[in-house]
């Protein structure tokens, strides 16, 4: 049995209600990524208003591949750096391109995650990653 959030989770963002002005700047952003000065967006808002939501659907309705990592997952400088120079150096068998989500990035332990974000802020300068 899945689960009700799987089951009734938006295909696309014409199922994403209240948060037109913020999908369709995510939607902006990463259609015209390459000319992008920042390359990375982060999402903000209470618990449930639709952020993780969203991405999903714009992933399915744009065509790409979506590689996650969120708060169950060991966060450490050592993890971090392996996921994201895999998701960065990998190119799918489609070609499909690939939207990384970091979630929950607010919840970043300062001990059993430390490294995190340094690591995180190395691949977004397209520093080389271990």
């Keep these: 049995m899945a689960l009700f959030t799987t089951t009734y989770a938006p295909k696309n963002s014409n199922q994403v209600f209240g948060q037109e ?4 700047e995510l939607k902006e952003f990463i259609t015209n990524y390459k ?4 390359k990375a967006a982060l999402l903000y808002g209470p ?14 309705e744009l065509g ?3 590689l996650e990592i969120n708060s ?9 750096s392996s996921f994201l120079g895999s998701a960065l150096g990998q190119q799918s068998l489609f070609f499909t391109p690939k939207l990384i989500l ?3 990035v ?3 332990s ?6 995190c974000i340094p690591a995180i802020l190395t691949a977004m300068t397209n520093r080389h990653i271990h």
């Design 21 to 24: 002005k913020a999908l369709a």
């Design 110 to 115: 300062g001990t059993k995650d430390r490294g």
């Design 102 to 104: 970091i979630d929950e």
């Design 64 to 66: 790409f591949d979506i």
């Design 35 to 38: 000319k992008q000065k920042q």
């Design 72 to 80: 169950s997952d060991l966060r450490n400088e050592a993890n971090i």
């Design 47 to 60: 618990i449930g208003n639709g952020k993780t939501s969203s991405i999903y659907a714009l992933a399915k």
């Design 106 to 108: 607010d919840n970043v």
